[in-house]
């Protein structure tokens, strides 16, 4: 069964430095990899995915992940961070596009300004 | 376009009380989800129908849940009877095919 792992509950960074939200992933065959975004009292919204092809994948609002296939990893990153950036991400994982999908148990993320 | 409703935004039950969700996907989207998100946990799949029909349910507590999709549309997600730890926010979302899931905002229930 496909899972993922976000180690860190909690990631602070300065406004306009760079950051990096990490994900780590178990899945039998070719993973199909995700990262959502979510405010307070609010719906997941998409960022973006992986399927297949180049492992830089860039998303919505500047956020960008690698694919590392070696250390089955998915980090999210943003060259500059913004206090807007604030919220609770989520990593998942599915054997397919949109099947079954397992979702990490997120990251806090707060940008200070 | 219009997002993914949901109703209501809270509900407090007492256990052992009946509560329904209900959840309009957006226009034209085939597949609708439903998750259970505990506090500090990722969402978790309960159910995934596809029109009218029920793709996944291996995560469902069909002792005391269940959902329908009636008419391939809206969707109503039930729980009969409830449990202290049945306390979450529930979210629906839809999608096209092989597109990404929009999500609704969710009902936050709390079982006292």
């Known amino acids: 069964a496909q899972s993922v792992a976000q180690p860190e509950d909690q990631v602070n960074v300065a406004e306009g430095n760079p950051l990096t939200v990490k994900c780590t992933y178990s899945?039998?065959?070719?993973?199909?990899l995700f990262w959502y975004v979510q405010y307070p009292n609010r719906g997941l919204q998409f960022l973006l995915k992986?399927?297949?092809?180049?492992?830089l994948v860039k998303g919505s609002y500047g956020f960008e992940a690698e694919f590392n296939k070696s250390q089955t990893s998915f980090h999210l990153k943003k060259p500059s961070a913004l206090v807007s950036d604030s919220a609770l991400y989520f990593c998942a994982v599915g054997p397919n596009n949109n099947n079954d999908m397992r979702f990490g148990a997120g990251t806090r993320l707060t940008v200070k300004p | 376009e219009a997002g993914v409703a949901q109703s209501p935004r809270y509900k407090i039950i007492e256990k052992r009380q009946s509560v329904a969700f209900w959840c309009n996907p957006i226009?034209?989207?085939?597949?609708l989800y439903w998750y259970q998100q505990i506090l500090g946990q990722g969402p978790k799949l309960l159910i995934q129908f596809q029109n009218n029909g029920v793709v996944d349910d291996s995560q469902l507590p069909k002792d005391r849940f269940s959902a329908e999709r009636l008419k391939g549309v809206d969707s109503t997600l039930k729980i009969q009877p409830a449990k202290l730890e049945d306390s979450a926010v529930y979210l629906c979302a839809s999608s096209l095919d092989n597109q990404p899931q929009h999500f609704g905002d969710g009902t936050r229930l709390s079982i006292l």
């Open positions: 992986y399927i297949t092809g180049d492992n």
């Open positions: 899945v039998s065959g070719n993973p199909y």
């Open positions: 226009s034209g989207h085939a597949t």
